[in-house]
């Protein structure tokens, strides 16, 4: 079991910059190939970013890539999710996940966290 809260999220203005953190419980941190997901209003949530398990290989979405980093630090249980250049259409609900499973390029989690909301004004 793996249990994330998620924290950083907030108001900023196009163009701006957010920091999303993760911590994970639990031992198992490492044994997981880590992620983002957003939901935007009305609709589907979609992948954003992911991180495998030592941190080697990172895949991100392409409405993001260049914009977004993501890291993780297995000594501390984190993951984190730097935004940059941020645009009103980042708007949406930003989740935290856990999974050990790839699909068509794409991590399926098998665990989410609460979410934490992102709202870029324009």
């Known amino acids: 079991q793996v249990q994330l809260v998620e924290s950083g999220g907030g108001l900023v203005q196009a163009g701006g910059s957010l920091r999303l953190s993760c911590a994970a419980s639990?031992?198992?941190?490492?044994?997981?190939?880590m992620g983002w997901f957003r939901q935007a209003p009305w609709k589907e949530r979609d992948f954003v970013a992911a991180?495998?398990?030592?941190?080697?290989?990172?895949n991100y979405a392409d409405s993001v890539k260049g914009r977004f980093t993501i890291s993780r630090d297995n000594a501390k249980n984190t993951v984190s999710l730097q935004m940059n250049s941020l645009k009103p259409e980042d708007t949406a609900f930003y989740y935290c996940?856990?999974?050990?499973?790839?699909?068509?390029?794409?991590?399926?989690?098998?665990?989410w966290g609460q979410g934490t909301r992102v709202t870029v004004s324009s």
């Open positions: 639990g031992r198992t941190f490492s044994m997981y190939t």
């Open positions: 996940v856990a999974g050990r499973t790839i699909v068509d390029g794409r991590l399926v989690p098998d665990y």
């Open positions: 991180i495998t398990r030592n941190g080697a290989r990172t």
